[in-house]
C-alpha cells in the first residue's frame, strides 16, 4: 500500500502540467506549477517594477498547506540554474500565501529580464525548486522610447472620408543591419488604432486587432515580443499595417458631441536589440521608414468591414531587398497624446475555427448558416479570374422570404469585399474588422461555392476557458451554452455591449454583476483590471464618470446603476482572483465618485439620480423596446439609492482592506442613514412590500440588507407570490432586477423558483430565447418581436446573475468573501425539486475545483476536488451527520475531513485539498 501510494505520487508529479523552460530539479510529493506574473505567464514588457508573483502547488493527497516560501530572481537563465539570485534571493519566508507576492529584489528597469524560480514548504514536505518563469520589463518610461511617431496625417486620393469612410491602410517598411551575435531582441511597438508587425515576412505574434482600445488621449497601450528568433545576421526588414480601429472613428463624424475621433493611424516602434558582446542597438520609426496607403487593404472599419484587391498585394514587402522606390517618405506626425502603458491584458486572437453548417442559394446570391451568433470574420477560399469581386454582407437572422436580415445593424454596413488576384486557390481573411454574424449573404463568387469555401473564425480575447457546467436539465445546458457564445463575442480588448451593430461600446452597466458571473467561465482579471484603468481615464476632474469607458461615446450623465460597475468589477477582482491592488489603485478615484453623487444628488436622505431604471423589462407589448407601464418599472429614486447603500458597504469593506478605518466608519454611516430615508419612504411593514411592489422594488432592499429586522419573510413572499401569481410563473426583471434575482431567491430559501425561471421555455424567459433560434443571449425578452432600432440578437446584460447561481449556488463552487480567491471554498448546493445532478469545474487561481453530485432515490452522491494550500466548507444535505459517508466509511472518520455542525437539513464539514466522495441518505 505504502510503495503503491509513493508510485502514484511520483507519476502525479511527472504528469504535472509544467510552465516555463528547464525540468524540475526534483520530484519531491509536493511540487509548484504554474508560475505567473501579474497573472501571466512569461510576459514581455510588463509595466511594474514591483510585479506580483503567483504559483499553484501541486501534490498528491489531502490536506496540503503551504507554511514558507521562497523565491530566487536572477538577471540570466544561469545564474537562476546555479542558485544565484542576483537580483533576489527572499531568504524562506513563513506565509501560506501563494498569490500576488510582491517582487521586492533589486530595481528593475526598462527593458531588463527577470528570471526566476520559486520552492514552497507545506505540511506534507518540501518541494523543490519549481521550473522557471522569466518575465522582461517594458519600457518604463516615456524617455525610454527613442524614434519619433510616424505615419500620415491625411487621407490619400482613392480614400474618401464620409460617414462611411473609406481609409486604406497604411503600410511602413524599414531595413536595418544586424552587425554582431545577436543575444536577445525585444520589438516594442504602438501602433493605432490597430497594427500587424512583420519581420523578415513573418508575421509576429498570433494576435489580432491589436492593441487594445483606449482612450488614446489618455493612455496608449504597447505590445512587446521577443523577437531574438526573427533575426537574421546581417539584412533585416521590419513592416508594419495600420488599421484605424478605434482611432480613426471618422466615420462617425457626423455626430462629433457624441463620438470622440482621434486622428490618422500612426506608429512608433522600438526595436532593442542586445549583442553577445554586451553591446545594443534600437531600431526606432523615424524618418528613414517608408510608407505606402496603396496596397491590398483598401478599406477598413470595425462597422463598415473590409476591402480587399489582391491584385494589390506587394510581394515580399516587409523582407529585405523590396523594391520600394515608389513608396514615400514615412512623416512625422503628432503624437496621440496619452501616456505610454504596458497592454497587461491579453490581446484578441482567432481563438476557434468552426465550419458553415449549410449554404442555400437566395436569386443571384448565396446565404451561409455558420449554425452559430458569434463575433470575428469569414475566411474565403476561392478560385476565380483576376479582378472577380466576392461581395460578404454580415447578419445576426435571415428574413422569412430568406433574405439577410440587417435591420438591427443601424447604419453599421458589415460588408467584407475580396477582389481576386487570378492566381489559382486563393484565400483571404480580414485583418483589422470584425462582424458580429450567424449568417453571410454571399455574391460575386465565381462558380458555386459549398460550405467547404468557408471558415469562421471567432475571434476574442485570447483568455483561458476556466469553467464548465452541466446538469440533469437540458435547457439550463442549452442557456449556458448560449451565455459562452455571448460573453465570448463581446471581449474585444474591452467588454462591449454587443458586436454587430453600430455601437460596440463598453457600456458600464451591462456588466455590474455579469463581469463576476464571467469570471467562472473565462479569467477575465486582466480585461476586467485593464478596464477599471479605463474608467479611471475616463473619470472627470470633479468625479463624474461616464455610462461608457473608454469614453469613444461621451456618456456623462450621472447615474449611480451604470458607474457603480467601477466599484463592482473591483470587487469581483479581489473576490474571485484576490486582486488587492486594483483596489488599492482605484480607491481614490471610486471614493471621489461617491461622494461626487451623493453630494451633488442627495435630496430627502435619498439619492435621487437615475437613468436608466431597471432597464429593458419585459414590456407589456411584445413590440415595444421598453415598457411604458408604469406597474411594471421600478423608481429611479428607489433603484439608485438602494445601489448606493450596496456600493457603501462595498467601500466601507475595501477602506477596512486598506486599513482606512475613519472611511469605513464614514461609509458604513451613510449606508445607515440612507437605508433609514429608504425604509421611510418606500416601504410598507403592513403589507410586507417596498414602492409600488415591482420584484425589483422589493428584491434590492431584501439582498441589499436594506429591510428592517423581522421583515424579511413577508418581502420573499411578496416577490414569491409577484412571480407565481401575478407573472404566472415568470421573470419581471430589467438588468438591474436580474442582476441579484437568482441568487436572492435561492438564498431566501425560494430555489424552486428560482429554478422555474431557470427553465421555463416560454415568454418571457431564456428558454423563450432559444425556443426562437437563438444561440446567444437577446438584448430584450421579446428580441424575436421588438422594433429593430435597439435588438441586439448578442448582448449578455439580461444574464443577470445567471452565470454566478449556476456555479455557486447550483454546483455549488463559490468563493467565501472572508477568504477570497478560493482560499476557503463554500460548496453548498441546492437541492432542487426537478434537478437530479450537477457536474462543474473551475480552474480557479488556486488551482482546480470540481463539484459533481448525483440523486437518486434516497441517495445524495458527491464528488469534489480542493486544490492545494486551500480548504472548503461541504454542506451536505443529510438528516444526520451519521448518514454521511465519505468513501466507504463515515465522514468525519477519513483523512482530512471533519466534521463541524449540523446546520437544517445539512451537514457541514471541513475539508482540506483533495479528492472526496461524499454519500448520505436524504
Ligand atoms: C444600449 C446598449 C447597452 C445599454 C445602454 C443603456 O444602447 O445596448 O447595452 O447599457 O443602451
Not at 106 to 122: D, R
Not at 174 to 196: N, Q
Not at 500 to 524: A, C, H, K
Not at 716 to 738: F, M
Request: glycine share 10%; proline share 4%.
Amino acid at each position: 500500500m505504502k510503495y503503491k501510494s509513493i508510485i502514484c505520487l511520483i507519476f502525479s508529479v511527472l504528469t504535472l502540467p509544467l510552465a516555463g523552460w528547464g525540468k524540475p530539479e526534483t520530484t519531491q510529493a509536493v511540487s509548484v506549477v504554474k508560475l505567473r506574473t501579474e497573472l501571466l505567464n512569461n510576459p514581455v514588457g510588463i509595466d511594474a517594477t514591483q510585479p506580483r508573483l503567483s504559483w499553484n502547488i501541486a501534490g498528491a493527497g489531502r490536506g496540503i498547506r503551504q507554511t514558507a516560501w521562497q523565491i530566487i530572481a536572477a538577471s540570466s537563465p544561469e545564474k537562476l540554474a546555479s542558485g544565484q539570485g542576483d537580483l533576489w534571493n527572499s531568504g524562506k519566508v513563513e506565509s501560506d500565501q501563494s498569490l500576488h507576492i510582491r517582487y521586492s529584489g533589486a530595481a528593475l528597469k526598462s527593458n531588463t529580464h527577470c528570471y526566476w524560480k520559486v520552492k514552497v514548504w507545506t505540511n506534507k514536505g518540501e518541494s523543490g525548486w519549481s521550473n522557471s518563469a522569466s518575465l522582461t520589463v517594458g519600457l518604463l518610461n516615456y524617455v525610454d522610447w527613442k524614434g519619433r511617431w510616424i505615419g500620415a496625417d491625411h487621407g490619400f486620393p482613392w480614400d474618401s472620408e464620409t460617414q462611411w469612410s473609406r481609409l486604406s491602410a497604411r503600410y511602413l517598411r524599414k531595413e536595418f543591419d544586424t552587425k554582431k551575435e545577436v543575444k536577445h531582441a525585444t520589438a516594442y511597438i504602438i501602433g493605432l488604432g490597430l497594427y500587424e508587425l512583420y519581420l523578415n515576412g513573418q508575421k509576429v505574434g498570433d494576435q489580432v486587432l491589436a492593441p487594445g482600445p483606449t482612450d488614446y488621449l489618455k493612455g496608449v497601450k504597447y505590445n512587446a515580443f521577443d523577437v531574438t528568433g526573427f533575426l537574421k545576421a546581417g539584412k533585416n526588414a521590419v513592416g508594419t499595417v495600420l488599421g484605424n480601429g478605434r482611432y480613426y472613428t471618422m466615420r462617425q463624424k457626423y455626430k462629433p458631441y457624441k463620438i470622440k475621433t482621434f486622428g490618422y493611424p500612426k506608429l512608433l516602434f522600438n526595436l532593442i536589440i542586445e549583442y553577445k558582446d554586451g553591446s545594443s542597438e534600437t531600431v526606432v520609426s523615424d524618418e528613414s521608414w517608408k510608407l505606402t496607403a496603396d496596397g491590398p487593404i483598401r478599406s477598413n472599419n470595425e462597422y463598415d468591414g473590409e476591402e480587399y484587391d489582391a491584385r494589390k498585394e506587394m510581394p515580399g514587402w516587409s523582407t529585405p531587398g523590396f523594391n520600394d522606390s515608389k513608396w514615400q517618405e514615412a512623416e512625422f506626425v503628432q503624437e496621440p497624446g496619452g501616456t505610454y502603458e504596458a497592454q497587461m491584458n491579453e490581446n484578441m486572437k482567432v481563438m476557434a475555427t468552426i465550419k458553415p453548417v449549410s449554404i442555400r442559394k437566395q436569386g443571384a446570391k448565396y446565404i451561409l448558416d455558420m449554425g452559430q451568433n458569434f463575433a470575428g470574420w469569414l475566411r474565403l477560399r476561392v478560385k476565380g479570374a483576376k479582378g472577380d469581386s466576392v461581395k460578404l454582407r454580415f447578419g445576426e437572422n435571415v428574413q422569412p422570404n430568406g433574405e439577410l436580415y440587417v435591420r438591427n445593424l443601424r447604419d453599421a454596413r458589415s460588408t467584407d469585399v475580396y477582389v481576386l488576384k487570378g492566381a489559382g486557390q486563393e484565400s483571404w481573411e480580414p485583418a483589422f474588422i470584425y462582424h458580429g454574424f450567424r449568417f453571410v449573404e454571399v455574391s460575386g463568387y465565381p462558380g458555386t461555392p459549398t460550405i467547404n469555401d468557408f471558415d469562421g473564425r471567432v475571434v476574442y480575447d485570447d483568455m483561458k476557458n476556466t469553467g464548465t457546467f452541466s446538469t440533469s436539465d437540458a435547457t439550463v445546458n442549452q442557456i449556458y451554452k448560449n451565455a459562452y457564445w455571448g460573453i465570448l463575442s463581446n471581449y474585444k480588448g474591452m467588454p462591449v455591449d454587443c458586436p454587430q451593430r453600430n455601437e460596440r461600446q463598453p457600456w458600464l452597466g451591462d456588466r455590474t454583476t455579469g463581469s463576476y458571473g464571467e469570471s467562472f467561465v473565462f479569467d477575465n482579471s486582466r480585461l476586467y483590471a485593464k478596464w477599471l484603468d479605463d474608467i479611471h481615464q475616463s473619470q472627470k476632474e470633479d468625479g463624474s464618470i461616464p455610462d461608457v469607458a473608454p469614453a469613444f461615446w461621451r456618456y456623462y450623465g450621472d447615474n449611480v446603476t451604470w458607474p457603480a460597475t467601477y466599484i463592482t468589477v473591483a470587487e469581483m477582482l479581489y473576490r474571485q482572483y484576490g486582486d488587492l491592488e486594483s483596489i488599492r489603485k482605484h480607491y481614490d478615484p471610486m471614493k471621489k465618485w461617491m461622494d461626487y453623487m451623493a453630494g451633488k444628488y442627495t435630496q430627502d436622505g435619498l439619492i435621487i439620480k437615475d437613468k436608466y431604471g431597471d432597464w429593458c423589462v419585459p414590456p407589456e407589448s411584445k413590440e415595444l423596446i421598453h415598457s411604458r407601464d408604469p406597474k411594471r418599472q421600478t423608481d429611479g429614486v428607489l433603484i439608485a439609492s438602494a445601489t448606493y447603500i450596496r456600493l457603501s458597504s462595498i467601500m466601507e469593506d475595501f477602506a477596512r482592506l486598506l486599513g482606512k478605518d475613519q472611511d469605513a466608519a464614514d461609509f458604513a454611516k451613510r449606508a445607515e442613514t440612507i437605508r433609514q430615508a429608504f425604509n421611510k419612504k418606500f416601504f410598507d411593514e403592513s403589507k410586507g412590500q417596498y414602492s409600488n411592489n415591482t420584484i425589483t422594488a422589493n428584491l434590492l432592499p431584501l439582498v441589499h440588507g436594506i429591510v428592517p429586522e423581522g421583515s424579511r419573510d413577508k418581502l420573499v413572499k411578496s416577490i414569491a407570490d409577484k412571480i407565481l401569481v401575478e407573472n404566472k410563473g415568470h421573470i419581471g426583471t430589467g438588468v438591474i432586477g436580474t442582476q441579484w434575482l437568482m441568487r436572492g431567491l435561492s438564498e431566501y430559501g425560494r430555489a424552486d423558483i428560482a429554478f422555474r425561471l431557470a427553465t421555463n421555455r416560454d415568454y418571457p424567459s431564456w428558454g423563450y430565447m432559444i425556443d426562437n433560434g437563438a444561440t446567444t443571449i437577446w438584448e430584450l425578452w421579446n428580441g424575436n418581436t421588438a422594433n429593430p432600432t435597439m435588438n441586439s440578437a448578442n448582448h449578455v446584460m439580461l444574464l443577470g446573475d445567471l452565470i454566478i447561481w449556476y456555479y455557486e449556488n447550483v454546483a455549488g463552487i463559490k468563493s467565501d468573501p472572508a477568504a477570497p480567491a478560493f482560499k476557503r471554498i463554500l460548496m453548498k448546493p441546492d437541492m432542487i425539486e426537478g434537478l437530479q445532478s450537477a457536474s462543474a469545474s473551475y480552474e480557479s487561481v488556486q488551482g482546480m475545483i470540481k463539484s459533481e453530485w448525483k440523486r437518486s432515490s434516497g441517495t445524495f452522491s458527491w464528488t469534489i476536488t480542493v486544490p492545494a494550500n486551500t480548504s472548503a466548507m461541504v454542506y451536505i444535505p443529510a438528516k444526520s451527520a451519521e448518514q454521511v459517508k465519505e468513501g466507504k466509511k463515515k465522514a468525519g472518520l477519513t483523512e482530512g475531513v471533519k466534521f463541524l455542525r449540523m446546520e437544517g437539513n445539512r451537514a457541514v464539514f471541513e475539508v482540506g485539498s483533495g479528492n472526496y466522495s461524499f454519500t448520505s441518505t436524504l
